[in-house]
Structures are given as structure tokens and as C-alpha cells.
């Protein structure tokens, strides 16, 4: 178990609060991130307004983030400890017909078809002052360390600059979406 610092949402329209947080390690199918650089999304504001669907409090927010494995659970084989890694608020199991059709990018697993509240085994690797706090999107960022199902980090160039990248695991992927496909910019 590590002890680290996030910042939990304990209820619905209350400011955040930066609390000593246990992370238990990843279990099967599982990766713990060291979280390095994070960036705020107007979806996290929507999750504290009380506005986001399927969200239990207490939880630690964050979507956008970038970070090193730090440990990996039995059967991951996509990363290792030390690899630089995005984690992805929707996953991509590569197995499934919407991860396998070009033209989507909703895998089954992702928070539109269940809730990601929780991790697939439907408990928290995060506890807080002896209560089990939730996870967001299965990322929950806003911790300085996190527990992510495989499926849900992508691996990226050793190179790259995590305070910049941490931004593509959504606002300048949805904000880019957006200007090609919506608009048509």
C-alpha cells in the first residue's frame, strides 16, 4: 500500500480537499501509476457540480494525466514499471466491435456503457480516513499515485514530456475532434 496525497470531492458542490490517500496495489489485469502531471477538464467541474452521471462521493477526480508505472498486476503485458504512460478516460480493450471499427472510439468497457466508478471488480484501490473513496472514469488523476485497468493506459515514447502530453488523454484529443469531425475546421 502507498501513502500519497489527492485531492477527494467528499460530496457534491463542496471544494476539494488535498488528503492523505492509501492506493493499494493493482491486482490482476491492473496497473499503479505514479501520476506526474495532470490537467483539469471542464468535465471535472461537472463532477463536482453533482452534474456528471453514475458519480459516487466521496472520489478523486482528474481524467487528463501522464505518469510512470510504477507496479503492474498479474497478466498485464502491455507496460512494465518504468514505462511513461497516458491514462485513457475511455478505454480500449482492442477486443470489442467498437475497438475494432475504425470509424468509433467507444470501446464496451467504456463509462457510457457501465459505470467506471469502481474498478471492473467493483471495488476501489483508494481508501481515505477508513472509508473506501471512488474512482472517476477509472483514472482519477487528481491522486499522486492511481490504479488503472489495463486497458485504460496507453504507453507512450520514453521522450516524451509528461507535463505536455498529460493533456491528450482528452482535452486536446476532444478539442481536436471536435475542429475535424464536428466542425469541420
Given at each position: 500500500?502507498?501513502?500519497c496525497?489527492?485531492?477527494?470531492?467528499w460530496?457534491?458542490?463542496?471544494?476539494l480537499?488535498?488528503?492523505?490517500?492509501?492506493?493499494?496495489?493493482?491486482?490482476?489485469?491492473?496497473?499503479?501509476?505514479?501520476?506526474?502531471?495532470?490537467?483539469?477538464?471542464?468535465t471535472?467541474e461537472?463532477?463536482?457540480?453533482?452534474?456528471f452521471?453514475?458519480?459516487?462521493?466521496?472520489v478523486i477526480?482528474g481524467?487528463?494525466?501522464?505518469?510512470?508505472?510504477?507496479?503492474i498486476?498479474?497478466?498485464?503485458?502491455?507496460?512494465?514499471?518504468?514505462?511513461?504512460v497516458?491514462?485513457?478516460?475511455?478505454?480500449?480493450?482492442g477486443?470489442?466491435?467498437?475497438?475494432?471499427?475504425p470509424?468509433?472510439?467507444?470501446?464496451?468497457?467504456?463509462?457510457?456503457?457501465?459505470?467506471?466508478?469502481?474498478?471492473?471488480?467493483?471495488?476501489s484501490?483508494?481508501?481515505?480516513?477508513?472509508k473506501?473513496?471512488?474512482?472517476?472514469?477509472?483514472?482519477?488523476?487528481?491522486?499522486?499515485?492511481?490504479?488503472?485497468?489495463?486497458?485504460?493506459v496507453a504507453?507512450?515514447?520514453?521522450?516524451?514530456?509528461?507535463?505536455?502530453?498529460?493533456l491528450l488523454g482528452c482535452?486536446?484529443?476532444?478539442?481536436?475532434?471536435?475542429?475535424i469531425?464536428?466542425?469541420?475546421?
Amino acid at each position: 500500500v502507498i501513502r500519497c496525497r489527492a485531492a477527494v470531492a467528499w460530496a457534491a458542490g463542496k471544494p476539494l480537499s488535498i488528503e492523505e490517500v492509501e492506493v493499494a496495489p493493482p491486482k490482476a489485469g491492473e496497473v499503479r501509476v505514479k501520476i506526474v502531471a495532470t490537467g483539469i477538464c471542464h468535465t471535472d467541474e461537472s463532477l463536482l457540480e453533482g452534474n456528471f452521471p453514475d458519480t459516487y462521493f466521496p472520489v478523486i477526480p482528474g481524467h487528463e494525466g501522464a505518469g510512470i508505472v510504477e507496479s503492474i498486476g498479474e497478466g498485464v503485458t502491455s507496460v512494465k514499471p518504468g514505462d511513461k504512460v497516458i491514462p485513457l478516460c475511455l478505454p480500449q480493450c482492442g477486443e470489442c466491435s467498437f475497438c475494432l471499427n475504425p470509424e468509433s472510439n467507444y470501446c464496451l468497457k467504456c463509462h457510457v456503457s457501465q459505470p467506471q466508478n469502481l474498478l471492473p471488480d467493483k471495488t476501489s484501490r483508494f481508501t481515505c480516513k477508513g472509508k473506501q473513496i471512488h474512482h472517476f472514469l477509472w483514472v482519477s488523476t487528481f491522486a499522486e499515485y492511481t490504479v488503472i485497468p489495463e486497458c485504460a493506459v496507453a504507453k507512450i515514447d520514453a521522450a516524451a514530456p509528461l507535463e505536455k502530453v498529460c493533456l491528450l488523454g482528452c482535452g486536446f484529443s476532444t478539442g481536436y475532434g471536435a475542429a475535424i469531425n464536428t466542425a469541420k475546421v
